[in-house]
């Protein structure tokens, strides 16, 4: 029987579709050595030079494939037309030599055309090369996926976004980006559920069940995201609701071997707990314990001073905390010159933030192709930001630090020389025994939890190596803008510093007496848009005896 030509082009479209998988599989398969791409936006740009040559690939290959359908498609036709005219009477036609002939040169040669135009060699190349790509290229890793979901959630939370908004490409009411699909909300509550992180699966579980409903392209099934959001909010307390989820998912799908099991589970636990279904006076189902009611305490913000160092940070992040008018009045700025002669020609614009400790802004202090010396110098160097372990004294990465840095020698370029000599100039301490200058680089949701710059009394391993001391001062350079977010906050002091491109905070981590100043504990908010990059110096004590006396009054800054 000879086979039909219709059939075979459904078979090139079936590969077609294989192609598509496999590709999707390839950029999911984990690349341990270009890990943590997330943690630094400058390493994401290369993410998009990645797609692009996948776009380029991809585009080249359809081409070749349309080419061939087209040609597939003018053999059926010529074949169908001549099968159409035989079958009417098969005597008659094969009685034509002419006829005979032409259908053993379709069954011999141009069958066998069809055949090599159907090789999969060139499907076969086409996967070759996108395999190739993951060893010239830079692919993201499971660990990037999961890290930049967890991201959004870090912004969500500490900015009090609105899941919906969020999901609509809205962040703080302006349109950054196009919506996300149901697909992408249910892969973000994915996420979130295998991070255990139940809340926020509920959330975004929700969203992709609203989107689902509303949209043509189906990318997921009902079924799926009713599993995630029915057993996490279960998790979240709700057995009645997740039972309700449960049954519509066992409508959807009778053979769903953990539906029914969950199903067995949650009508235990109602049983176990004595938990009814009772309506609330705003006509919503309420669960409420018939062994005790449970209510909902609310939080009492109270004075500001009460307030959890974590609530503090995020509201100082948020905008939310301002110091008192008295306070504010009391703050100048300056020009400064610190009896240098060059000074006294271009001195400092030199703004105060706090008085105690002392923290001062200095305005533009670093010019943009300082700051782009830097930028080059330091991106090929970038790497996942570590935290001193306090007991070990070894450097380890954190969730806590979300960013990647790298470090630059004076001796690198004339720039970074200029810039180190301007500390001194600004501080009037000397950078003989300060650190190497670090650049960061923060990622999506970059973030540094509150911390310490100095070392304190219980971490003796801290800076051992070094062998100059304690961080006696920090210099924090902003090399960017940040549209929204990215402050270095100090809770305890009820500051924020929001990044301007080419200013320069500093202030004293210790005491004259050489203790540590815990009110200079800071935090660097997450980069809600924009990309932050940053750069410190750190001064430390050995040095600095004759620039800055030691005193003996515990509180003398």
């Known amino acids: 029987m000879v086979t039909s030509p219709s059939l075979k082009i459904r078979l090139v479209m079936q590969s077609y579709l294989f192609l598509v998988v496999t590709t999707a599989l390839l950029l999911a398969r984990p690349h341990h050595g270009q890990a943590e791409v997330y943690t630094a936006l400058a390493d994401m740009e290369g993410l998009l030079e990645t797609e692009g040559v996948l776009i380029e690939s991809l585009s080249t290959f359809i081409k070749a494939q349309e080419d061939m359908l087209n040609q597939l498609r003018r053999y059926h036709a010529d074949f169908s037309r ?9 005597q008659t036609y094969l009685s034509n030599p002419i006829n005979a002939y032409t259908l053993v040169k379709h069954l011999t040669t141009d069958w066998k055309d069809i055949e090599n135009l159907l090789d999969d060699s060139k499907m076969k190349e086409f996967q070759l090369n996108v395999s190739n790509y993951h060893t010239v290229l830079k692919f993201p890793t499971d660990e990037d996926l999961n890290g930049a979901a967890v991201a959004l959630m870090r912004l969500q939370d500490t900015y009090k976004l609105d899941t919906s908004a969020v999901a609509k490409g809205l962040i703080n009411g302006v349109q950054y980006s196009t919506g ?3 697909g992408d909300c249910f892969e973000l509550g994915r996420q979130s559920y295998n991070n255990k992180d139940f809340y926020h699966t509920v959330q975004w579980m929700t969203e992709a069940l609203q989107r689902y409903n509303e949209e043509t392209n189906k990318t997921i099934t009902k079924a799926d995201i009713l599993e995630y959001l029915a057993f996490s909010t279960y998790m979240e307390g709700n057995v009645h609701s997740a039972l309700e989820m449960t049954d519509e998912l066992l409508t959807l799908s009778p053979n769903h071997n953990r539906a029914m099991g969950n199903k067995v589970y949650y009508l235990q636990d109602i049983a ?3 938990l009814v279904k009772k309506k609330g006076e705003d006509g919503n189902s309420d669960i ?3 062994s005790q009611q449970l209510t909902v305490v609310e939080k009492k ?17 948020r905008g939310e905390v301002k110091r008192s008018l008295a306070k504010e009045a009391k703050l100048k700025c300056r020009y400064v010159h610190n009896d240098n002669p060059f000074l006294f020609l271009a001195p400092f614009k030199v703004e105060e933030a706090s008085l105690s400790p002392k923290i001062v802004l200095f305005h533009n202090v670093l010019s943009d192709p300082e700051i782009e010396t830097i930028k080059h110098l330091a991106q090929p160097r970038l790497k996942r930001a570590t935290v001193q372990n306090y007991k070990t004294g070894e450097l380890e990465v954190a969730s806590y630090r979300i960013s990647k840095s790298a470090w630059l020698r004076e001796e690198e370029h004339p720039h970074i020389a200029t810039v180190v000599r301007r500390v001194e100039d600004m501080t009037g301490l000397t950078c003989d025994t300060a650190e190497e200058l670090q650049v960061v680089n923060y990622g999506i949701g970059g973030h540094y939890e509150p911390h310490f710059d100095f070392a304190r009394r219980g971490e003796t391993n801290a800076f051992k190596s070094l062998g100059t001391g304690n961080r006696i001062a920090t210099t924090l350079f902003y090399m960017s803008d940040v549209p929204q977010g990215g402050a270095t906050v100090f809770p305890h002091l009820r500051v924020a510093l929001y990044p301007k491109k080419g200013t320069a905070a500093f202030w004293y981590n210790l005491y004259r007496n050489g203790e540590g100043d815990y009110r200079t504990r800071h935090a660097a908010c997450p980069v809600l848009t924009g990309s932050k990059w940053v750069s410190n110096k750190w001064l430390h004590e050995r040095g600095q005896e004759l620039l800055r006396k030691c005193g003996l009054d515990s509180n003398e800054d």
Request: hydrophobic share 30%; with cysteine; proline share 3%.
């Open 82 to 90: 001549e099968h159409d005219k035989a079958s009417q009477d098969v």
């Open 180 to 182: 996300l699909t149901a």
């Open 272 to 274: 176990t707990k004595g």
């Open 288 to 290: 409420i314990s018939n």
């Open 301 to 317: 913000l109270g004075d500001i001073d009460e307030l959890p160092e974590r609530e503090l940070y995020e509201r100082l992040c």
